[in-house]
């Protein structure tokens, strides 16, 4: 299993500016993946972040917008640029190891746009 | 992208009452997976099928696979209030990639 700590929990943020969230794992993993959750609907795959490297981004999400690292095996960030309303969502972080197809979630970040 | 669709999108049963939920999924998979959120939360792992198994068990959970139907169904069996929260299926692509397509989601209401 892996123990995920997921920050800010939510947050509440005017448009126009960019809110950074972090996924701190408590150990190394493979594979680190950022979801969004719009209000009432399911998971939406954002990107892949590679440890090292540009992140790869789902069709519909691009860099710009959601930029994303990832230093290491145990960290990663999504920024969410340049606000609206309609990025209120729930953001979620989530790892998987190689071999394993159980994946782990944080607790999401709720964000508010207004 | 979404998999497929999930049926209900909203369940409401008496506690001690079984609840079933329904996923389809569009491409070949490697197996599938179900999650529960609640109340808007982080996602927990249920139970996986792989593609080669047609039906799964763990505690009050079944779980069948129709990869003919490219279809999946969980059963809670014996329901509680504590059961109340959304669930999710998942399907991996079969690149081995880790990601997951979620399906919509069914809500679950279980009245005490």
């Known amino acids: 299993s892996a123990v995920i700590s997921q920050k800010p929990s939510r947050d509440i943020c005017q448009r126009g500016t960019s809110l950074t969230i972090q996924c701190q794992v408590d150990?190394?993993?493979?594979?680190m993946f950022w979801y969004r959750q719009q209000p009432g609907q399911s998971l939406t795959l954002i990107a892949t972040?590679?440890?090292?490297?540009?992140?790869?981004?789902e069709s519909g999400f691009v860099i710009d917008k959601f930029p994303i690292s990832r230093p290491n095996l145990t960290f990663s960030t999504l920024t969410v640029s340049n606000m609206s309303p309609e990025d209120s969502s729930i953001y979620l972080c989530?790892?998987?190891?190689?071999?394993?197809?159980?994946?782990?979630f944080g607790q999401g970040t709720r964000l508010t746009v207004v | 992208s979404q998999q497929g669709e999930e049926d209900p999108q909203a369940l409401s049963i008496q506690e001690g009452e079984n609840a079933t939920m329904n996923c389809s999924y569009k491409?070949?998979?490697?197996?599938l997976q179900w999650y529960r959120q609640n109340s808007g939360r982080g996602l927990v792992h249920l139970i996986l099928?792989?593609?080669?198994?047609r039906e799964k068990h763990s505690g009050r959970l079944r779980v069948t696979l129709d990869t003919s139907k490219k279809s999946s169904s969980l059963l809670i069996t014996a329901s509680r209030a504590a059961d109340t929260a959304s669930y999710f299926c998942?399907?991996?692509?079969?690149?081995?990639?880790?990601?997951?397509?979620f399906g919509q989601g069914t809500t679950l209401q279980v009245k005490p």
């Open positions: 972040a590679n440890q090292g490297s540009e992140a790869t981004y």
């Open positions: 998942a399907t991996d692509n079969r690149g081995n990639t880790g990601k997951l397509i």
């Open positions: 150990s190394q993993v493979t594979m």
């Open positions: 989530s790892v998987g190891r190689t071999g394993v197809t159980e994946a782990f």
């Open positions: 491409t070949s998979i490697n197996n």
């Open positions: 099928i792989r593609s080669n198994e």
